[in-house]
């Protein structure tokens, strides 16, 4: 064997790179679509409002752990503010996905560690400490 054929021979036993490596699971899901929720929000309220009423928008951080959250978030879909403001609306529409998916489809992958429904309006920062850097 010629000492150029086997680099190609190991990249053709390898074969292409897989994209992902499983599909996506209900958890990861409802995980990836409230995380984008929650930014979507903040950075809706973080912008120059062209309407005044997203100013008065509830705060809008979801914690899928959370028992409250589902009361939450049919809360904020219900709220007639903002109704005709286009970023409002597909926020609503987002969060109406979201509730779907962890109120029926996913109904079953979810657990609940918490009922707390202030940690909705006021939540924790979280700092993450790397192990052996503690004082």
């Not at 994209?19 to 120059?48: H, K």
């Not at 970023?87 to 529409?93: P, R, S, T």
């Amino acid at each position: 064997m010629t000492p150029g054929l086997l680099p190609l021979l190991l990249l053709l036993l390898a074969g292409p790179p897989a994209a992902q490596p499983a599909p996506p699971t209900c958890y990861s899901r409802m995980l990836s679509l409230s995380r984008e929720v929650t930014g979507d929000a903040r950075r809706l309220q973080a912008m120059e409002p062209s309407e005044a009423c997203v100013r008065y928008l509830p705060r809008l951080y979801l914690d899928i752990h959370n028992y409250c959250v589902l009361a939450k978030m049919r809360d904020f879909v219900a709220s007639p503010q903002c109704w005709k403001v286009a970023q409002v609306d597909a926020l609503k529409d987002k969060v109406r996905k979201l509730y779907t998916i962890m109120n029926s489809f996913c109904r079953r992958d979810l657990v609940f560690l918490s009922d707390d429904c202030d940690a909705l309006e006021y939540p924790v920062p979280v700092t993450t400490v790397l192990p052996g850097r503690q004082r």
